[in-house]
Each structure stands twice: as C-alpha cells, then as structure tokens.
C-alpha cells in the first residue's frame, strides 16, 4: 500500500494526485485534508482520525510532502499505520518546529527506513542544514540533494513527477 499525504496547503492536492497517478502500484491512496474546503491550516488530530479510519492493514509506504511529512510519522507513532517506508519530501522542520509540533521527538524516535528529498535552500529547511540535524540524532536515513535543471533551489516546489517517482523506486525497492 502506498499512502500520499500531501502538504498543508491546497495548491498540494493537484501536485499529489500526479505524483500518486504516476506509480502504477493498485493499492494507493491519497489523502484529502478537511481545512482545503475553506481557509486555515492542517488539524492533526483530524486528519489522524482518517488514516485510523482507513484501518490499513500491512506495511504501508508513506510518501509525504511538508506536513505529509509529520502526519505520516504521527501515524505510526499511535500504531494507525504499519509503516515499511518513508519518503519525505520537503521535510518542514521549521514550519512544524514554529507551529509548536514535536518535530524533534518524531525525528529521535525514528526506526523506520526513511529517505529525505529536499531543496538546497527550501524555505523550511535547507538541504545542507536538514542533513546535519538528521546525522547528530545519529538516524539511519538517506538524504537526497533535490536539484533538477530549470528549478529553482530556493523554493518549497517540488515539481519533476517523473525524477521523484524514480527516486521514490529505487529507494523502496534497495
């Protein structure tokens, strides 16, 4: 099972919906957030009460974009998902930190294979500067530089669907 949990803001649902549309696996699902119907910013324990009710059974990939991010790892802390790998994309280290969210505990408490993609100057946290967090909580994960030619690398867009299914691939499959 694949599970996409996109970032916070709703320009991220047509962006998600490609990139789930672009693997061919049966079993993937995309999740859809409540506050994308009007204005305002993800409710965790909201969208928590989804995924428990999608009641997934089996090892599952999340692949996270910004708040995807946290929420997957939120989800398998309260046991709502068997989690076989992440993929973060954007990772929002200093949005969640700012927002007050327990970034640093989630990160600490992270067992399970997970590889980062992330711009090397992406607004809430660098490439470079997520790398050295990552390595002195001594986690072992991959990183991935996200530099793709006619992008910019100081943004929070992520917009090669084809370079990241790649990516995505070979990470699940190592």
């Known amino acids: 099972m694949y599970l996409f949990l996109p970032g916070n803001n709703k320009e991220n649902k047509q962006w998600c919906e490609s990139l789930r549309d672009s693997f061919d696996e049966?079993?993937?699902l995309m999740l859809f957030y409540n506050h994308w119907i009007g204005d305002g910013s993800i409710d965790w324990n909201t969208e928590l009460d989804?995924?428990?009710g999608l009641k997934i059974e089996g090892k599952t990939y999340?692949?996270?974009?910004?708040?995807g991010c946290i929420l997957g790892m939120k989800?398998?802390?309260?046991?709502y998902l068997d989690v076989g790998a992440y993929i973060f994309i954007g990772f929002p280290y200093y949005w969640a930190l700012n927002r007050g969210d327990e970034v640093d505990y989630l990160l600490e408490n992270l067992k399970t294979k997970a590889l980062f993609i992330q711009k090397l100057k992406d607004p809430v946290i660098g490439y470079k500067e997520l790398d050295t967090i990552l390595k002195a909580k001594s986690l072992n994960v991959k990183t991935l530089e996200y530099k793709r030619p006619n992008e910019r690398d100081d943004d929070h867009n992520y917009e090669d669907i084809e370079y990241l299914k790649r990516e995505i691939n070979k990470f699940i499959k190592n």
Request: without cysteine; charged residues 40%.
């Open 26 to 28: 049966k079993e993937k």
């Open 75 to 79: 989800a398998e802390k309260l046991g």
């Open 62 to 67: 999340v692949i996270g974009k910004s708040a």
């Open 50 to 52: 989804k995924i428990m």
